[in-house]
């Protein structure tokens, strides 16, 4: 007799839906870290706010492709890293 296993579908997916709530809960807690460590919130802090939560690593090229002035960009990337939201890397994974 051979028996039948079945894995209980519904239970994996209600815990994968609550862990991705959880999730974007954090990146948007984690994004208005990031909007309030300015007095004012500029389209380009909400550019490299937007950047920050989606990507895990950036360089300043992918920053200057969004059209934030390289001052802007530098200016509000050593804020972030004073406040320890961002660290500076010298390489990302072998590549200089």
């Given at each position: 007799?051979?028996?039948?296993?079945?894995?209980?579908?519904?239970?994996?997916?209600?815990?994968?839906?609550?862990?991705?709530?959880?999730?974007?809960?954090?990146?948007?807690?984690?994004?208005?870290?990031?909007?309030?460590t300015?007095?004012?919130?500029?389209?380009?802090?909400?550019?490299?706010?937007?950047?920050?939560?989606?990507?895990?690593?950036?360089?300043?090229?992918?920053?200057?492709?969004?059209?934030?002035?390289?001052?802007s960009?530098?200016?509000?990337?050593?804020?972030?890293?004073?406040?320890?939201?961002?660290?500076?890397?010298?390489?990302?994974?072998?590549?200089?």
């Amino acid at each position: 007799m051979s028996a039948i296993l079945r894995s209980n579908h519904t239970e994996f997916t209600v815990h994968a839906m609550a862990n991705a709530q959880v999730l974007m809960h954090d990146i948007a807690q984690l994004k208005q870290t990031i909007l309030n460590t300015a007095q004012r919130v500029t389209r380009s802090l909400k550019t490299l706010a937007t950047l920050c939560t989606t990507e895990p690593a950036f360089t300043a090229h992918m920053v200057e492709q969004l059209d934030i002035p390289v001052s802007s960009a530098y200016r509000i990337i050593n804020r972030l890293v004073e406040a320890g939201i961002l660290r500076s890397e010298r390489k990302i994974h072998g590549h200089p």
